[in-house]
């Protein structure tokens, strides 16, 4: 009769644990859902940021499961697209800079040289980039796939090419007028590229 005791007893006391153990549970998921406003969330696959060194970028394509490799070159092309845009970001302020000293018509000509030379530079450096990163998602309902590309572009090779294609592109007249020095540019401009930081 003890034992029978001994053992309902037990058999009660299990219960009541496992029904506090899954009311705590619910609990830690009803105070996990009241801290996320939005919902659910995650990590976007192939996440990158920039650092002092590199300009970072994830490109994202959705399309047909079928096609892999147009999706994959559609995300890397968008990837490019979002560091080109922070490179303008910074360089229309260099040449700007550059060319307020000079008068309108020859320091429009001048500043569209150095603008020039700069989208062939960067554009050359994004044509021969390379993912870092790649990820697919699952096949979807509908028979479509997300795709994920990630690339970092080494601020320093821009700034040293596009110092050098100015140097080849400007007269040495447009050169004294501007006072356009390429160690001393090229150092200014590592410097401009450092200090922009990607606001994710």
Known sequence: MKKTITLAALAALIVCSCGTANKVSQQNQNNAASTAPFGEVYSMPCEMYDTDTEFAAT??????????????????ENAKQL?????KHVYNGMTSNYSSTIGNNRGNDIETKLQRAGDQVINAILNDIQAACVKFSAV???GNIECYVGIKVPKNVIADQVAKAIEDNLTQEEKDRINFNE????KEMEERLKNYRDQQ
């Not at 490109?59 to 890397?76: D, H, M, P, T």
């Open 59 to 76: 490109g994202i394509y959705r399309g047909s499961s079928y096609q892999k490799g147009e999706c994959q070159l559609n995300a890397l």
């Open 83 to 87: 560091v080109y845009s922070k490179y």
């Open 140 to 142: 979807q309902a509908d």
């Open 183 to 186: 160690y001393n540019y090229r």
